[in-house]
């Protein structure tokens, strides 16, 4: 993407300043990346504050129940009668309700700890997952606008097969952050549809103007530069901190040196394969 931005903005039928008087790739794409780390720190403290509130929320009424059921039971004893071999009754075991409450409310607090621990965690993957879309739905547009725009079946053909070996890894990526985050399946759904429609849309769209569509019109080549520099920023900054970093410097980490090992050498195999797609694409 970032190549494809600077083919764009260096092209000569741009005016020469400033738009190769200044590496405005290079900066996009990075102003990009630190306007999505600002949005990425916002957005998690956002939904931090959303289950801190709803885990107050929640404590309050199990503690406000827990009050008025040892209130309605303040009275009552709990008798427990055993017999033995001889059917002689042994002496009556009584606990008082008041104590069955505490145990009660100490099964609540242990309960909602190990909840707490991994909001954090869940957090991060909401904030990721919709990020992450964000960077491959604007790229995925102009995917589609390029490729409905071609003409020639020689080049739409390895076009067709290389973005398609790309948008089916990156919907595996994707689809691992929704999981993850473990959002409501109406919310999931639309997620993938969206992700799923855009290459389509920007095909449909990219065809409706091709009678008219000039690709070297400083317009197109500006606009295209842009977005393709703002989806590489986005996306350099996600897959180096939100996901390789997340996963391989993390807690997840945690297998035989084997399985580590392993792991590298399968973000090794497709960090090479997905560079290969450059040959067709």
């Known amino acids: 993407m970032l190549h494809d931005a600077e083919h764009a903005l260096s092209s000569p039928c741009l005016p020469a300043h400033p738009w190769r008087s200044f590496p405005f790739p290079g900066f996009v794409a990075m102003s990009a990346a630190l306007a999505t780390l600002v949005l990425d720190f916002l957005a998690t403290r956002f939904y931090e504050g959303k289950h801190r509130a709803e885990t107050e929320r929640v404590k309050a009424a199990a503690a406000a129940a827990l009050a008025a059921s040892s209130a309605s039971d303040d009275d009552i004893t709990v008798v427990t ?39 954090p965690a869940q957090v991060r993957s909401v904030v990721v997952s919709q990020i992450l879309e964000m960077g491959i739905v604007s790229h995925s547009v102009i995917i589609g606008l390029s490729l409905g725009v071609s003409r020639s079946p020689c080049t739409i053909r ?103 090992v392993m792991a590298y050498i399968a973000l090794f195999l497709g960090a090479l394969s997905m560079s290969s797609l450059a040959i067709w694409a």
């Open 81 to 119: 009668v055993t017999e033995d071999d001889n059917d002689n009754k042994a002496p009556l075991l009584q606990a008082h309700s008041h104590g069955h409450g505490h145990g009660h409310g100490h099964e609540v607090a242990q309960t909602e700890g190990g909840g707490e621990g991994e909001v």
């Open 158 to 260: 390895p076009l067709v097969a290389a973005l398609s070996f790309h948008q089916f890894f990156e919907g595996f990526a994707l689809g691992g952050c929704i999981a993850q985050a473990q959002f409501k399946t109406l919310s999931a759904a639309i997620m993938a549809c969206f992700f799923a429609i855009t290459t389509p849309a920007g095909i449909a769209a990219g065809a409706g103007v091709a009678s008219f569509y000039n690709a070297n019109s400083p317009r197109a080549l500006v606009v295209e530069g842009i977005l393709d520099s703002v989806s590489a920023g986005i996306l350099i900054y996600m897959s180096l901190v939100d996901l390789i970093a997340a996963d391989f410097l993390g807690g997840k980490m945690t297998g035989s040196t084997r399985q580590q």
